[in-house]
């Protein structure tokens, strides 16, 4: 159907839907049932047989089934089959998780899909846009990203830019009339929006003509199906880090077979023994268990209400040493209450907090009959009138629909006993001007009932003050002198003095036809009427908040629209604003090129009257003083600095879909704390990466000292091929998880952001690494060499002997591993996931040793109780070696 063409009441009867109560639940389930969910069809997912068989395709593990397959040849049937079913156990945990971590990321998908205003029902609310239905009325406005193929059927100042289908960038101006013209191209359908376009300007009403793959969109979704999988940083590192290991693994699996050779130990076996420990060398699991962990993460930020739309943000989150926040819902309640209201030199309080419209008016303590306040009434009114804002009561709580400035505004209003139903009876609005950023004010055009037209602006204070020749005294218009001028402002600090927000409202008659007028024309000359002045108290958990990331030597810096002295204000009460530091408004930003921000940037602690625009300047003067920034914004105009910053956060409740579009990090509530919660998921996250390629790669040096020692010592090899293999699935795999689930350590926000290049061996780790694993080794090497002499007939025993002494001294590592300083520092309870992994790893090798059909299949017999003494003593002694230099350092 050519919609474009076509009348409202062609539409409404072609689409079988009613524009002022839209669908009825019943239409939508059973268009739901035809049409399907409106969404695009993804490309064809890896299968789950392939994802399986994929998990053979490392080198190594090639190498490994290259010599399961000379065993065979050579008539080694049990060490065939052992390697094999060790080769399948490892892929088969590969496997799952791969698959956990492709669901993690599948359920972050759908977390960060779109929202829509649906009308359904006579009701206005937000459902995900996957859920539309042809036939389903929705709304929009600037900053939302149109969530399927609309027909309009109401526009104010709408403009959509369409890039994405057109590749033009301007955006396109909608209106609602058909258009007869044959052959329009997309980029000519004025009165169509089109799924996945961005409002840039103005808001609009439309009914839904398309969904999911026969939008618009749809046509083109090849170009969308497969999203680029992003690979991290630190996964860029460790692939390179797989690279030396693979290198050396195969130095040391020659270096083995050459040196066994010489001593006469044959071939076979030495090659086997070679591959074993060239397998052992390389963590095959550490991509897997980065990816994991990464997931895990990210499923508990989302806990924590903060979804990770781009992975490498998990690792950036540790680097941040700047925050730059909104304050208004991030660092505020976001539920603005008016106050106190000015008039013609007169204030008076308002009672009542929150969006519940009961309270009463009073001036000097004495409670005021609103109805003998003309002048009061009009600048209640007027609030009403030029305003989006409504409350909904669900559950009997009332709660705001709209821009919290404008609820208070509502709410005031209601206060005084006046409805914006009634009211709209009364008075037409014809005409509006929608608030932008640039001019920092709205405008309505109204008709009263007796055909008198007036516009009627609401915006920031000092903004309507300039623009208003008059100034409404007690019901009388009088001429805004100097004297009068002061005044306001007078009153304007006064209010702002009190940390208040200020809103202006001004009014003028119109002589001339009111839908010629443009917008200058409107917003001159007025008459300013008063002030209504609000508060949006601090959110009670930001001043901690603060504090903690304070001490985790990441600075917050509060940036606003708000007036200086309110900003000033709140960034007191929350800690952010200290004598040392300064204040900087949107106007001397304005003044500054970004290298003359740089210089001071970094002793600013608020910046006020900014505009959306400016947020990108402070932060690429950061970011040119060497900090890692985050910074958070919800509209439109905030992309570009969302996208420049290194952190980019979108709010999920008041964020359009293009700032969360630029972000890497959403956050569900809009609270600072969220952010900072994040930081520390982020900044524990890495950690518990280095924790666990600590415990892998030490366990794997130590694995290979001890064969290499044997050998250079010309000693029998105190592990045969499947002992390591054994060890390198069971004992490493397990615990190595199990870390990555660790909880943060006291200390993780009380010390300085991680430097952004800092190396994965870092902060003595490839020292810890090696010298660990030197003393694992060389407690396994001793213990076979002690048991080997004392029975030298049964090489079996010793090489038992050593395969759980190797088992033991790993297992008891482990918990070293949870603490950059030792053992002692922590609780080694305290990670339950990790006590159990350790349980399960012994009792997972007593078996091997002590069940009699598993021993000829892993070289073991069963160990003398006697012998657990001298298994556990050396075992233990890397870790108290550890324990006891730490205290001799604590001590001194």
Partial sequence: MKFHEMSETDIKKALDTDFSGGLSENQVEQRLKQQGYNELQEGEKQSALLLFFSQFKDFMVLVLLAATFVSGLLGEYIDAVAIIAIVLINGILGFFQERKAEKSLQALKELSAPQVQVLRDGIWSKIPSKELVVGDVIKFSSGDRIGADVRLIQTTSLEIEESALTGESVPVQKHTDPLRAKDLGIGDMENIAFMGTMVTRGSGVGVVIATGMKTAMGEIADLLQNAETMETPLQRRLEQLGKILIFTALTLTVLVVAVGVLQGHDLYTMFLAGVSLAVAAIPEGLPAIVTVALSLGVQKMIKKNAIVRKLPAVETLGCASVICSDKTGTMTQNKMTVTHLWSGGKTWNVSGVGYEPTGNFSRNNDVIDIKKEKTLQQLLMFGILCNHANLVIREDEYILDGDPTEGALLVSAMKAGFERNSLLKQYDIIKEFPFDSTRKMMSVIVRDSQGREFVVTKGAPDVLVSVSESILVNDKVQIMSGDKRTDVQKAINELASQALRTLAISYKPLTSNALSITEKEAEKDLIFIGLQGMIDPPRP????????????????????????????????????????????????????????????????????????????????????????????????????????????????????????????????????????????????????????IRYLLASNVGEILVMLFAMLLGLPLPLVPIQILWVNLVTDGLPAMALGLDKPEDNVMKRGPRHPKEGVFARGL????????????????????????????????????????????????????????????????????LVWSVISSVILMLIVIYYPPLQPIFHTVAIDPRDWMLILGLASIPTFLLAGSFLLRKSN
């Avoid at 949107?586 to 009257?609: C, H, I, Q, W, Y």
Wanted: proline share 3%; glycine share 6%.
């Fill in 766 to 833: 490839g020292w810890k690494v090696v010298s660990r694993g030197f003393l694992i080794g060389s407690m396994t090497l001793i213990a076979f060499m002690i048991t080997y002499n004392q029975h030298p007939d049964e090489l079996i025993y010793a090489q038992t002997i050593a395969f759980a002494t190797l088992v033991m001294a790993q297992l008891i590592h482990v918990f070293d591993c949870r603490s950059e300083k030792s053992v002692l520092s922590r609780n080694p309870f305290g990670n339950p996931f």
């Fill in 541 to 692: 958990e930001v001043k901690e908040a603060v504090k903690e990331c304070k001490a985790a030597g990441i600075k917050t810096i509060m940036i606003t629209g708000d007036h200086v002295i309110t900003a000033k204000a709140i960034a007191k009460q929350l800690g952010i604003l200290t004598p040392n530091s300064k204040v900087l408004d949107g106007k001397a930003l304005s003044e500054m090129s970004v290298n003359e921000l740089e210089e001071v940037v970094d002793e600013v602690s608020v910046f006020a009257r900014v505009s959306p625009e400016h947020k990108l300047k402070i932060v690429k003067a950061l970011q040119n003083r060497g900090h890692i920034v985050a910074m958070t914004g919800d509209g439109v105009n905030d992309a570009p600095a969302i996208k420049a910053a290194d952190i980019g956060v979108a709010m999920g409740i008041t964020g359009t879909d293009v700032a969360k579009e630029a972000s890497s990090l959403v956050l569900l509530d809009d609270n600072f704390a969220t952010i900072k919660a994040a930081i520390k998921e982020g900044r524990n996250i890495y950690e518990n990466i280095r924790k666990f």
